[in-house]
Structure formats: C-alpha cells, structure tokens
C-alpha cells in the first residue's frame, strides 16, 4: 500500500523535525493504519459489483446476482464494523457469512421470486474467501519458508473454516 508508505514516511519527517511524545505518535500510527485508499461508496460499489458477478458465474440468474449484489454490500459493513473494533478474522468471516447464508435463505424463500439461495450464497461469500492468504502460503512453500507457509496456510484454513461455519448454523436455522 503505497499510500501507507507515504504517510509513513511524513510521519518519520514529522518525528525527526518535531521530537513528539510517544502517544502522539502512537496515535498518528493508529491514524494511518485505519486509513483505507479507497473510499468507503467505492467499497461498497465494488463488494456489490464482486457478488453479483460471482452469482452470476456460478450459475445465478440476473434476479440472484441482485440480491447477491444486496447481500456482498451487508458483507461490506459487517466487515468494516467488524474492523473498526478490531475483531479477528475468524469471527468475521464467522458473522459475515453466517448473514450472508440467512439473508440469502430468508430472501429466497419468499414466494413471489424464484431465487437460488445456493448461487447467492456462493456468490456473496467468494468475498470472504482467503485466497489472498492461501496464494501466499503456497509462495512461502515454494520459496523454502515453510514454517511461515504452514503458518499463513493454517491462519487461511482456520478463516475458511470460520465460513464454512458460519454458512453452516444459517442453514441449520433456516
């Protein structure tokens, strides 16, 4: 993230001219680090934008890459709640895809549409997917890190199975 870098980089200019306290820096850190490159409706469009398609590959119609459009921009919130209170991955995952799952269900068993709740499902939760994560794992091996590749393949693992999880009670419920 270049834009980190940069701030970074003022902020280390900042330290040397200035001479802060210590939690002024700390804070400037926390500043940075909750800074995202993109702003929040570009997010949201995007998240809408990557459900909707992935329904749609899978085998969704157009009605179901709509709500799984609907279903990927509750993700994005959940995701964003669930980062600002610094939660672990597991139990985002866990939460995200447990609404993903139940909304997908509730929206699809209403009469008047004709929904696939398994398309929209799938659709929605491809955001969550560590892939990122696991692609990195599988360098780490090829470039002889192991114990850090079987430590970035068991953290995308343990995500993973948070979502597995929580599809898993949605449907147990509904």
């Known amino acids: 993230?270049?834009?980190?870098?940069?701030?970074?980089?003022?902020?280390?200019?900042?330290?040397?001219?200035?001479?802060?306290?210590?939690?002024?820096?700390?804070?400037?850190?926390?500043?940075?680090?909750?800074?995202?490159?993109w702003g929040f409706f570009l997010r949201l469009i995007s998240h809408m934008g990557v459900a909707m398609s992935f329904c749609i590959f899978f085998g969704g119609t157009l009605a179901d890459g709509i709500v799984a459009a609907f279903v990927g921009a509750i993700i994005m919130l959940c995701s964003c709640f669930f980062y600002n209170v610094d939660a672990n991955p597991f139990f985002t995952n866990l939460v995200c895809s447990f609404m993903a799952a139940f909304i997908s269900r509730l929206v699809s068993s209403t009469p008047m549409f004709s929904l696939h709740s398994d398309k929209i499902i799938i659709g929605s939760i491809m955001l969550l997917v560590p892939g990122l994560a696991l692609a990195n794992a599988m360098r780490d091996f090829i470039s002889s890190d192991t114990v850090t590749g079987i430590s970035r393949a068991t953290e995308a693992i343990l995500v993973a199975t948070g979502l597995a999880i929580g599809v898993a009670i949605a449907m147990m419920i509904y």
């Open 1 to 37: 993230n270049l834009d980190h870098m940069e701030q970074y980089n003022e902020l280390s200019r900042y330290i040397c001219n200035l001479k802060p306290d210590y939690e002024e820096i700390q804070e400037k850190i926390h500043e940075i680090e909750k800074r995202t490159p």
